[in-house]
């Protein structure tokens, strides 16, 4: 039984847990979607704890919201958007937080480390910092632009995909992802020069 | 010309969405399947959902109390219409009853001084 649960589709494996409330079935389809997501919204929140947080509230939403999933959609789709949203409401939560907190400092708008790679061109080129420039980058570009270029260049997702997570037109899609990936070559304009 | 520049802007894009790819992958922590599984057979699905409904019934109640209060206390201490109707009538008609008491008085007065005319004229044999 564990075997042919193992070589089912994602729509397979949810529709034996919807029909028969397999837990196993739901357990296959955690471990083929906790790494994904972890690495998704990880880039997107840019923090390990909440990102592990989100990442279990997804899977929780998934457990007790299993009915709501419907076959004619990918269950990829479904899972990344639970994420997603779960993720936005994380960074929202964190805006909030910033606006009524006492200390209001100034260390998230300029990255210290990137400042000092900027003045030592020559560690630019190392693979963890220049991988944690990229992150930082990452993080700050606008939210809306940083999710489908994570979903798109780093989830390897297709343009359709992305659209029926995000619920977006293709050409909105696209558009943003430019516009993202522009962003982020003027923030790391020093790595990417000729 | 264009297509130099646009080519260079390519290869900028091209070199991004390649460092983008190969950043590396974050797994889940080790613990993360059996946390969430503990999580699930304790029914332990977080404060969001409890949170939820007492939040809903005491929003619902409370301004509903307030003002139903509210409209008990008016009833209470300030008096109604018809209330005050019933004191103008209480006035009037202690006003009309005083009115016929007076009248009621001039009269047997009257009846008394008539009486006395009387008295007067019989002790005069007239």
Redesign the interface.
Known sequence: MSKQLNQLTDEELIKEFQDNNTLEAYEYLVKRYKDPLMNFVYRFVGDRDSCTDIVQETMIKFYLNKDSYRSFAKFSTWIYTIAANLAKNELKRRKRRVIFSIDNSDDEKSPQIEDKMFQAPDKATDGEIKNEIIQKALLKVKPVYREVVILRDIQDLSYEEISDITGLAIGTVKSRINRGRLQLQKLLKNIYKE | MDNFYNH?ENN??S???K???S???????EN??F???T??QNKN??IETNEKTKFSLFKFFAPSAAVVTVIILFFIFYPKGDQIQNQIAIQKSVGDSQKVLSSVNEKSNEFASNKMAVRTLNTQGL
């Open positions: 260079n900028k894009q070199d991004l969405i460092d983008l790819k950043l590396p992958k974050i797994d889940a922590p993360f399947e946390n969430l599984m999580r699930i699905f977080g």
